[in-house]
């Protein structure tokens, strides 16, 4: 240390007080404070700190919320997925965020990114558009010659439609005190295309494992294994579920097609046979509105196993509402008379193990004299306020 530096330590310690001393005398910054113990010096950045943004203080504050385009397309990698056992078609981040995101006043999806797309998942009309770029750009002839055979066909369909329709048909179709309705039946492998069975393993959110066949004596056959075991994904809290559900009905040009004459019955009949589990029937009426699109209505069917088949029939006022599986405070009667768009039957009963569910169809019944209630279940007080309702 030179002399000089020397001195002005002397004089610290012979005044008593804090002293600052410039950069100049000592390489860094000293602050020099003598005490009765011993002296003590300890380093004083004298350096100007950074200012934040308001987007670095944005990004900062809400990182976990805000997710960059270039993320979306993640997902784990390959090795990881063979590390921690996760399904092969595990879902990337941007499928995952569109099936978990809730709207409370405006719902944009109305399968909530559970779409059968290939490219683009979580958009339709992109998938569309860039299918056309494509095909334009590899044989252009091929897709004109396909559009226009594709207007043909649905010509022929809308022309077939006018020549078979009868004004008195949906009359006829309308039912006597006492009469029954086959609806959906599975005795032909045509009847059973019409249902659509869907399980958790198909979007990459759990293991189970479910085969819809038709048997040679004239019935479908749900069988399968239910695993309520959770990929250790980091994102899925729940699973174990398998689905079968009717297919949507069209006319040509891909006009929807309703149940519309369903008031007139009283009761949903089925014949099963089935292995002693909880399944769930679920009815989906048409629903205008975007935040109604989730709403289903829902009665347990308790099979009782053995060999013997089981008649269920069930009176329209024992549905009760529900909304993406969670039973809803206000109930309202199943309103029949806006159309159905179809059924689904539902094994979700957090039990893993094999399963078997014989059915032979889906039925209405015309019993009015049995049944005179309106609704089974107590009416709740809610604000008026609440969304939805």
């Not at 059924?343 to 009015?368: A, N, R, V, W, Y």
Request: aromatic residues 12%; proline residues 5%; contains cysteine.
């Amino acid at each position: 240390t030179s002399t000089r530096d020397m001195a002005v330590l002397h004089h610290a310690r012979a005044t008593k007080v804090l002293c600052f001393t410039s950069p100049l005398l000592f390489p860094c910054s000293v602050a020099s404070l003598r005490t009765s113990q011993s002296f003590h010096t300890s380093p004083i950045c004298l350096k100007k700190q950074k200012t934040k943004t308001l987007k670095e203080e944005w990004k900062k504050k809400y990182r976990n919320l805000i997710v960059p385009v270039e993320d979306l397309d993640k997902k784990p990698s390959a090795l990881e997925i063979k590390q921690k056992d996760l399904p092969s078609n595990t879902p990337t981040l941007g499928e995952r965020m569109n099936r978990d995101v809730y709207r409370l006043f405006h719902q944009a999806d109305e399968k909530h990114g559970y779409h059968s797309l290939k490219k683009y998942p979580d958009d339709f009309k992109k998938e569309v558009t860039e299918d056309i770029k494509e095909q334009l750009n590899t044989d252009p002839k091929k897709l004109v010659k396909d559009s226009f055979q594709t207007v043909a066909n649905e010509i022929k369909l809308f022309a077939k439609e006018m020549k078979e329709y009868d004004v008195n048909s949906e009359m006829d179709k309308l039912p006597v005190a006492g009469g029954r309705r086959k609806e959906w039946g599975f005795e032909t492998a045509e009847e059973l295309n019409k249902w659509i069975l869907t399980k958790d393993s198909d979007w990459g959110e759990g293991y189970s494992a479910a085969e819809l066949e038709l048997n040679p004596l004239g019935h479908a056959v749900l069988r399968g294994d239910l695993s309520t075991r959770v990929p250790a994904d980091g994102r899925t809290q729940n699973a174990g579920y398998v689905n079968i559900a009717s297919a949507p009905m069209r006319k040509s040009f891909a006009r929807e097609v309703l149940f519309e004459d369903w008031d007139h019955f009283s009761h949903l009949t089925m014949n099963i046979r089935g292995d002693g589990r909880k399944y769930m029937l679920n009815v989906q009426v048409k629903r205008d509105f975007d935040i109604l699109w989730n709403d289903r209505w829902h009665y347990p069917i308790y099979t009782r196993g053995g060999p013997y088949w089981q008649y269920v029939k069930i009176p329209w006022s024992k549905f009760y509402l529900g909304s993406r599986g969670t039973l809803q405070d206000k109930q309202i009667k199943i309103p029949l008379v806006a159309g159905v768009v179809g059924i689904s039957l539902t094994l979700m009963d957090q039990i893993s193990g094999p399963f078997q569910l014989e059915i032979k169809d889906f039925s209405l019944h015309c019993d009015f004299k049995d049944d005179n209630e309106d609704f089974a279940y107590e009416m709740y007080k809610i604000p008026n306020f609440w969304a939805g309702h």
